[in-house]
């Protein structure tokens, strides 16, 4: 069983900054693929970013092409923590984000990971 517990959101202004951690806790995670979601009001869920195991200390991040080069997900295993750095941030990414996870390969499909957290706030004002 895995926990995971968001944090880092808020309100920012257009063109701020905001980092977000998704701590994990009950079993180590380095091999596991750990992706960030979002939700906004009357939207599905959908995909951020994710970052999956190569191998050794090598892995491989994937964006949506709506954050790309914006964003930055990275993984501190030492802490098990995975982070999503957004920068330049619009209104369009006000949303509830949440990270997950999942042993394998990462996936931009909600319903293929495992394990989730209870979601955090980012509202994005202009």
């Known amino acids: 069983q895995v926990q995971l517990v968001e944090s880092g959101g808020g309100l920012v202004q257009a063109g701020g900054s905001l980092r977000l951690s998704c701590v994990a806790s009950g079993r180590t995670f380095v091999t596991y693929a750990v992706g960030w979601f979002r939700q906004a009001p009357g939207k599905e869920r959908e995909f951020v970013a994710a970052v999956k195991w190569i191998r050794g200390n090598v892995y491989s991040a994937d964006y949506a092409d709506s954050v790309r080069v914006r964003f930055t997900i990275s993984r501190d295993n030492a802490k098990n923590t995975v982070y999503l750095q957004m920068n330049n941030l619009k209104p369009e990414d006000t949303a509830v984000y949440y990270c997950?996870?999942?042993?394998?390969?990462?996936?931009?499909?909600?319903?293929?990971?495992?394990?989730w957290g209870q979601g955090i706030q980012v509202t994005v004002s202009s």
């Open positions: 997950a996870t999942r042993g394998g390969s990462s996936s931009t499909i909600p319903s293929e990971y495992d394990y």
